[in-house]
């Protein structure tokens, strides 16, 4: 989305309790984020590297993976923790505040290295390719710095990888930064930090600076050359002499890699001019070879190589092919346009796009098998920087790599029958992907988001509707703003089987939101079998904790018929479900005809279910452990009249379980019993285990 809830003046906040108390030391965390790197996000000191190699430990977002059976997606790469490893580097974590390294990172731990250290890896598959998360610290004045990481195998082998900030490292207030000594972009918002709008404060607070550094994450990919067996060794090791201070390993991704897909009879880019060396640029070439193409009626082919493209390819009725998202590399720099575009776009870079709606929009397109990589480092958000965007209707994207673009698919409507399937998107300013207007009868599934700088997976029913779509089996992790997967107005859509993990500020796992100007919800949303793992986050500017689902009525009632059924909410840090309005508001609007079913919930840091707003919702069979507070805060819309809530709960039967207060669903809390507390204790749950 193009902002979470930050923003506005002090009505921005929730004003439910009288007082507001700053909840993140910033003057630590900056220093700590910035300066001592050593003790990033407080930590343990490794003990694990005088023993010899530790036996794998693969893991999905950071959990046994029978937790998450049938979830999420189906990955080609096996992951595993650097806290798992063998190290003599320092583990920092677990840490669930933003603006840390250990709070970004998966499962909220990794591993720093100061020069000379290492962190080792067990193959628990034959691989001949790794991708490796990363952090090394900004330059002082911003801008980023470039490290080496040294890779062995075995004590042999070895590459070096280069490293890089450049694309990390955000600071400030939305729209953020690169400027770490910036002053404060908008001193007229209101901010926990001082618990004061700056601008309208006598004397003004003092703001540490940098101010809210986040997004501290970058990815490499790195193919090895050979093929390594299981029980093979893969060292990282921050070389005596490097200039970056400490670096900090979250996880490392193995896979084996297959051969380059080769296409024979195609129109070839190498025949049209492509420089596969990346020496200069080869988007006129693609637009030669993909009308060649059209005109002969064959697919484009790009071969095994690095292509530079400073411009937005269009297409349309084509069919374009690399030989594998490892190989075939579509690469491009940020272009600042001489007057602003139509849209508003101040900036063009490399990117796939459909003719826009008003244009008819394209048909027909289908892209496979290739890399899109892009040098967007600042968040602008009227500019078209996005790996894939425009309208495509009865098309297909399938196998692509994206990275360092602002958001990694964007489509912008009416358009229908779209279907993209097994694509990795990481590292990105903004979404990962985003429906956006109009979209209908389209598919996401079996796709990988990881750290994206907003939401993961949105559907955006902005002025028309999006309708009948599906995301099916998706894996998000670390979103570092706003949600895994959100859902803005719209008919008839579903969001099932998809993992989310790790969401870190402004949002949470998955969010269904009447806000942004989005059409209402209509019809039905089915939100199934899904899970989600150590959401339920801290929302810094209304001061409170938010569920691992959580609905939002903002700027129109909510009260389709939504269905949740089947979804497991683990390791939440403070509510597992959260309804809620905003304080301006509250009175105006509802949420209605919410029925949960067979959910579990394993460990809340608070309440099961939180409620802040007038409405109501059913349970069914909602099976709950490990509860922190009791089981239902009921808030309503704050007005405590004698008859109770403006919430009521209706137990549908089966609701079992709780915590140290008792059951979740007791009957002294049916249908509407007030049971505020507006910032209760959390208290952290144990790590989820088999039901």
Known sequence: MSRSITGGSASARWSGGPSRRAAVAVATVTAIAVGLGVALGGTALADKGAAGASPPVVTRAAIDPSLVTGRGADVGFVEQEAEDATTNGTIIGPDRTAYTPAAEASGRKAVTLAPGQYVEFTLPKAANAITVRYSVPDAPGGGGITAPLDVTVNGRSRSTMTLTSRYAWLYNQYPFTNDPNADLLHPDWWITECSCVPAATTPAPAITKPFRPNHFYDEQRLLLGRTYRAGDQVRLTVPAGSNAAWTVIDLLDSELVGPP?????????????????????????????????????????????TY??????????????????????????????????????????VGFYGKDASAGGSRNVHLSGFAIEGDVRERVDTDQVNGIGGAMSDSTIDGLHIRHTKVGMWFDGPMTNLRITNNVIVDQIADGLNFHTG??????????????????????????????????????????????????????????????????????????????????????????NNTTVRAGTYELNWNIGLGAIWFYALEKNIDADIQVVGDHFLDNTH?????????????????????????????????????????????????????????????????????????SLTDLGGNDGGGTTGPWLAPWVLPNTITCDDRPPVVAPPAPSPW
Request: proline residues 4%; contains cysteine; aromatic residues 8%.
């Open 261 to 305: 897909h080769v296409r024979v009879v195609a129109a070839n880019v190498l025949a049209f001019g492509a420089d596969p060396l990346g020496r200069r640029d080869s988007a006129d070439a693609f637009d030669k070879a993909i009308a060649f193409a059209k005109r002969q009626h064959l697919r484009v082919y790009i071969p095994p190589g």
């Open 308 to 349: 530079q493209a400073n411009r937005h390819i269009v297409v349309d009725d084509v069919t374009i092919e690399g030989a594998g998202n490892w190989y075939t590399i579509v690469r491009g720099r940020e272009v600042t346009l001489g007057t602003p575009a139509p849209d508003g776009s101040v900036h063009t870079g």
């Open 439 to 528: 979209v209908t009868n389209s598919v996401v599934s079996n796709n990988f988001i990881r750290n994206s700088g907003d939401d993961g997976l949105a559907m955006w029913s902005e002025k028309t509707a999006d309708a009948g779509n599906t995301f099916d089996h998706n894996t998000v992790q670390t979103p570092v703003l706003a949600n895994g997967i959100a859902i803005y107005g719209g008919t008839d859509n579903t969001v099932s089987n998809n993992l989310v993990a790790d969401p870190i500020r402004e949002g949470s796992a998955i969010h269904v939101g009447s806000r942004f100007g989005a059409k209402a919800f209509t019809g039905h949303l089915r939100i199934a």
């Open 575 to 647: 509510n597992a479900i959260m309804l809620v309005s905003d304080w301006p508001v509250k009175d105006l609007y509802s949420i209605t005809n919410v029925h949960f079913k067979d959910i579990r919930v394993d460990g809340t840091g608070t309440s099961v279910v939180s409620a802040r707003v007038k409405g109501g919702a059913s349970f069914e069979n909602v099976d709950a452990r490990n509860v922190g507070a009791v089981g239902v805060n009921n808030c309503g819309s704050f007005n405590f009249p004698p008859t109770g809530s403006e919430f």
